[in-house]
């Protein structure tokens, strides 16, 4: 049912990333950030977007040879070196296939990661480490 939302938010995300040649940014809803007025429609429309789907934030980025790469985190877990974490991703730059064999070896826990993909180059994207 979000899937507008969702290629919109790429569109805009990414829009925003060009247009301000970044490569790495954690951008949360009213978070105080200063960026040239000629942008701040944008942002505001970021704002609209992310409500939508329950999110506060988003992370834009460049990471390997995606031009631009976006996650959104829905929950995430650590403790002591370890944890894990799930979310939506676009263009991701690493995508892996969901292998459960790989979860645990000699009955630990082990590093996995997987994507698994949904539409207009969203995935979901897991991992453990």
């Not at 809803?29 to 934030?57: C, M, P, T, W, Y």
């Not at 790469?69 to 877990?77: H, M, Q, V």
């Not at 263009?91 to 009955?107: I, M, T």
């Amino acid at each position: 049912p979000h899937q507008a939302t969702f290629e919109a938010l790429a569109d805009n995300a990414c829009a925003l990333k060009s247009a301000m040649n970044i490569k790495f940014l954690v951008y949360e809803i009213n978070g105080g950030h200063k960026f040239d007025e000629k942008l701040r429609s944008q942002f505001n429309r970021l704002d609209e977007l992310l409500a939508e789907i329950d999110s506060v934030d988003i992370v834009i980025s460049q990471d390997g040879a995606p031009e631009c790469s976006l996650y959104i985190g829905r929950w995430s877990s650590a403790f002591g070196g370890s944890g894990s974490y799930l979310g939506y991703s676009y263009q991701p730059a690493k995508l892996s296939e969901y292998r459960p064999e790989l979860l645990e070896v000699d009955g630990e826990p082990h590093k996995f990661h997987f994507t698994k993909p949904l539409a207009s180059g969203w995935y979901i994207e897991y991992e453990q480490y």
